[in-house]
Each structure stands twice: as C-alpha cells, then as structure tokens.
C-alpha cells in the first residue's frame, strides 16, 4: 500500500472516528451511512395484522388493528424517536393514532396496535382492506396486507360471527380479578380434606353419589339424617352478617380490578331478581328475600367505579325437572329432575320451580338476558360454565350490538356453549378458563386462571385448616407468572352462610394487595413480552416506556455481602438506561447493572435490598434515549 493510500485510509477512519459512523468493512464498502441509514432494522417484519372487533376506551370508536412486530436483524436494536413510524394505508380507512414503538431489540417481539377510523361511506361491518406499513425516515422496510371488517356491524347470531369478536382491552389491563361462590352449598360447607378433597359446592350432586371420594353421601347421612333434603338448606342460607361495601372494599384493598360473583350455581339457587316466569328458586323469593347480586354491583359501582363487574351463570342445573331432556354426562353430569332422595329413591320438590315449556327458551335465556340488561346488573363480563343446551349465539350476539350502541364493550368467556366444552379450547369464547392451573408456556390467545384460595375448593370448606389457604406470597408470585404468560388471575372466595368472609382469607387479599398496588404500573395496563415469559425465578411484563423483571424467589446471598442476579434472558436494556428497584422501602433505588454480549443482564445486588421487599422482587429498566 502506498503511503498516499494509507494516509487517505486514515483520514476516513478518524473522520468515521469522530462522527460515530460504525464502519466495520471499509474495503468492502465505500458509501458512508447516515445514523438513520445505520440504525435501520433490516430484519423488522409485521405479522398477524388484524382489524379488530376493538375500539380504544374513551375514544370515538377508534378501531385497533393489532400486529406483532418481530426484530430479527442479528445485530441492530433501536429506540423509536423520530425515525420509526408504523401506519396504515387505506381507501376504506383512516389512520387516527399511528403504533407508538418505543424500543424493539434485536431477536424480540411486541405487541403493537394502531388506530382508524373508516371513512364515512363506508357502511359498519363492511369487508375491507388495507396495507400496513413500517418506514425508516423515510424509508419503508416493512409491510404486509390487512384485510377484515371495517367498523362496528351487527353480530349475527352464528359462531362465525362470535369469533370475530375479541376481547376489550379494558380486560387485557385489568388482570386480577375475584370470583365468588355464595349459595346454598355454603351452609353444609362440606368438601372434605386431602387426597377424598371435592369441590364445596358440589355438595348436592355428591350427596347422590355414594361411590364418590369426598363421602358426602355418608357425611350428609350421618350429620343430618336421610330425611333431610339438600333444599331444607334454603332457610339456613341467611346472609345476615353480610355487607356489599364490605366486600367490594376488600376486593379493592386486593388490587383486584373486576369481580365476578356467582349468580347462580348448578344448584339452581340465585342470588337475583330471576324473572318469575323462570323460577322462584332465588334469595328474592326464598331465604332471606334479599337481592345480594344487585347489592353487590350497587355498592361496586357507589364506591368503587373502576372496578369493572361480572357475572358467573351455571347454564343447566342439576335437578331442574325442564332440563331432563337435556340431560347430559358432561363435566360430572346434569341429569335434569325432578330430584331424588339419595336415600329412600324418593323424588322430593325442587323448591321454587316454575315449570316452563323448554328449559333454554323459557329460563335460562331470558335469566341470562336480565344479568345482561336490567340496569341493577348490567354485566360486563358474562361468565358461562359448563354449556350443553343453549341459545348463546342469540343471547350473546343480541348483547355485544347492544352494548356496542351504549359504547360498552363487554366480554364472556369460553363455557357459553356454542364451542367446545373443553376449558382449554379457543373457539367459542374471547378467552378460555383453566380451573386450578396456570398454563406453562406463554398463549396468544386470552386466557384466564381461576381457583379458589382454598386448596380444592370454590365454596367455603368449613374442614379445610387455615394453613391450607394461600397466602399473600402464593397470589402474588402466582399472578405475576399468570400475567407474564398473557393471562388474567381470576381468585375465588367463598363467604360463609351468613355473609362473612374468612379472617384467613380477608388477611391474605389485603396482604397480596398491598403488594400488588404498591408495583402496579408492572401489573396492570401491561403486555406479555412475545419473546418470553421467563424461566426460573424470572417473569417479564412491558409498557410502552419500561421493561419489568420480576424475581420470584431471593438468590442466597451472604449477611452484609453482594451477589451478581443473573438475569438470563437477553432482556431490551441498553448501556444508557437505568435499572431502579420497584417497591419495598428501596423503591426507586438505582443498581448498578451491566449487559453481557449474549444480551443477558448482570445486576449487582445486596442482601439488603432483599430483605427491603418480600413475596417477590421487582426491577424497572427505564429507558433513556
């Protein structure tokens, strides 16, 4: 090389030097690229672009299209600021809101949405199409074509209009929800405990089954005699210690963000004004003569209007003579009535029935149609179980165009009846329902965990130990790993007779809250991370300006000294940014954090920060630009 050629060699790598310009081939390649041109990601891709069934809360129904944005360029990472927009394009629609990105790492994956409006002579629920698109300055190096619906149209009632429809976000933000079982089978409380455990509330169709582990059949013989019928219960179902502020301050003080109480169980007792062309089987007109659903959702929307309200609704009952045709082997069985004494063969009165000409028409549609309307309840979550025989496609999709014209946006679950009637089937429902497990990989679709605080219980198990229940630790590391994998945590209580709510239970909810409201910008309004959930002790959940890594269980580290937390997922952390603690009485404290090349993240840790926290610990990557 001449000595010309070598001086010219170095003037452009001081000036590459000085200017910032990464230039890794410069014999390669001669052209010198801007930062802009430098930074781009190549490997950006927009996947899964759908116009959903969703507005933004609050807006003038500002339709969300929804994509995954995925970086696979090996390489770069960038920070949006001025240089990455993602939009659409359409002659059917117009772009309101643009996708905010904040950071997309390289390897990653994130949830992304933006905003339309159709346009004016475009009818509601009309097919249409756009493109979406993602450009660099003024580059584009992404896009993919969307089509759908445009608007907000009718529902039809058929399962291929109901899956159109997506669940708010409203939900997606909520996260923490309580459930509660309060009827009848509260009063004999009885599910056993151990390895013959049963659920409380089913203690009448186990009463009828002699074979069955828990032993009810013989419990119920030998503690109240064969004469006694499950319904001389009723009396005994009182509710006179309860109170409807109570509870709703103690679902509050929870951190929950919806309540979701049993209206009516297999038992076919309500705890509402049911239609009395339905039944006279409710705490109106039997029991109490109280309507503790409608106290229930008054004092919810009194004193605590955010808290969003739900309704459970067992679709068949047991014993209900007009459900017999019916009657099916699903889910432990619903033979329909009349009922029998288990004992003598006798059938015996199923307190309250009103006979109808068809179980479906004639009770449980227009039953679930007042939860829906009347103005006491108005749900927002209609939460089926079981399903068999119905007219949930006519039921729900007369709901969904009403509330739209209210400009509510409701939900319901996967139990309704018109998919599977398998909990972990998608179809069906805008979210499935696992019952007393959590899903081990991060799912797409909604889903929502539910059980009880008791080990294997929904109703109150008057056997079941104080040591049994779970503690503030258990819901708390359990609804950070639920809401990592894109779920919601849906914990039940279950009152006794009276009203009253469990010490042991009111100690744990108030304990997990305080926890849980003290960290809830990493709980609530947040997203699953695409690329991960976690592994180990570690879960991750993102915003649209931080990044959170929660620790499940304290590394061991020695009194006084320091230890590296090796976080081991290659987390979206940059040199420039701050890694603060999040909760405890450290809360805000910076720690000294360092990004190895494999992407994973080394935080210096002491045992004092540990022990400033408890149940679960909390890291904020805060981006800086």
């Known amino acids: 090389m001449s000595k010309s050629t070598l001086a010219k060699c170095l003037r452009l790598a001081i000036i590459l030097f000085n200017t910032g310009i990464a230039y890794p081939t410069p014999l390669e390649n001669h052209i010198v690229r801007t930062p802009a041109e430098r930074d781009a990601p190549a490997g950006l891709s927009i996947n899964g672009a759908t116009l959903t069934s969703k507005w933004f809360e609050g807006s003038d129904y500002v339709q969300i299209i929804e994509m995954v944005l995925s970086n696979s360029d090996p390489v770069n990472s960038f920070i949006k600021a001025d240089n990455l927009t993602i939009s659409a394009s359409s002659t059917s629609f117009n772009v309101i809101r643009p996708a905010k990105i904040t950071r997309l790492m390289a390897g990653q994956k994130i949830v992304a949405q933006i905003g339309v409006k159709k346009n004016t002579e475009v009818a509601d629920g009309s097919s249409c199409s756009g493109t979406v698109t993602a450009t660099w300055g003024d580059a584009q190096i992404a896009t993919t074509d969307i089509s759908g619906i445009c608007g907000f149209g009718d529902y039809e009632a058929s399962k291929t209009s109901l899956n159109h429809h997506w669940n708010p976000d409203w939900y997606n933000d909520a996260k923490f929800g309580i459930f509660i079982h309060w009827g009848i089978y509260s009063v004999p409380a009885f599910g056993n405990v151990g390895d013959k455990q049963d659920y409380a509330e089913w203690y009448w169709l186990r009463m009828t089954q002699p074979e069955y582990k828990s032993q009810t059949y013989q419990h119920h013989r030998d503690t109240y005699g064969e004469d006694f019928e499950y319904d001389s219960f009723i009396p005994s179902f009182t509710g006179n210690a309860f109170d409807a502020k109570e509870w709703v301050d103690l679902m509050a003080a929870a951190g929950a963000k919806y309540i979701v109480p049993v209206t009516k169980h297999h038992e076919g007792f309500a705890i509402f004004d049911v239609p009395e062309s339905t039944s006279l089987r409710s705490s109106i007109h039997l029991g109490p003569k109280r309507d503790f659903l409608a106290e229930i959702m008054t004092a919810a929307k009194t004193y605590h209007p955010d808290i969003r309200r739900g309704t459970y609704f067992s679709m068949p009952e047991w014993f209900n003579p007009d459900y017999a045709q019916y009657a099916t082997d699903c889910c432990g069985g619903f033979p329909g009535g009349p009922p029998k004494n288990p004992y003598t063969g006798e059938e015996v009165p199923y307190t309250g029935h009103v006979p109808v000409d068809d179980y479906v028409t004639g009770l449980q549609l227009p039953q679930m149609e007042t939860l829906a309307y009347d103005e006491r309840y108005e749900t927002e979550i209609m939460w089926c179980d079981i399903g068999g025989a119905n007219n949930a496609t006519i039921m729900l999709s007369k709901w969904l165009n009403w509330a739209r014209d209210q400009g509510r946006q409701v939900t319901y679950n996967n139990r309704c009846g018109y998919g599977s009637t398998d909990h ?98 990493s709980i609530y309004g947040t997203r699953y991370w695409q690329t991960t959930s976690g592994v180990g002790d570690f879960r991750y959940t993102i915003s649209d300006d931080a990044f959170y890594i929660h620790v499940l269980n304290a590394p061991n580290i020695p009194s006084k000294g320091t230890t590296t937390l090796l976080v081991p997922d290659a987390v979206p952390f940059l040199p420039n940014d701050k890694i603060e603690v999040l909760g405890g009485s450290l809360s805000g404290t910076t720690v000294t954090a360092t990004k190895n090349e494999n992407g994973t993240v080394e935080i210096s840790v002491d045992s004092s920060l540990f022990a400033a926290d408890r149940y679960a610990w909390t890291f904020k990557i805060i981006y800086e630009s």
Request: charge should be negative; aromatic fraction near 10%; charged fraction near 20%.
């Open 424 to 521: 972990t089937d998608t179809s069906g429902g805008d979210f499935i329902t696992p019952e007393y497990y959590s899903i081990d990989e991060t799912l797409a679709n909604k889903w929502e965990s539910n059980r009880g605080m008791d080990p294997f219980s929904y109703g109150y198990n008057a056997g079941t130990p104080d040591s049994g229940y779970l503690t503030a630790q258990d819901i708390v590391t359990t609804l950070i790993d639920i809401v990592s994998k894109n779920g919601n945590f849906l914990l039940d209580v279950g009152p006794m007779a009276n009203g009253t709510i469990p010490e042991i239970m009111q100690k744990g909810l108030r304990e997990a809250g305080s926890w849980i409201k003290e960290r809830g910008e």
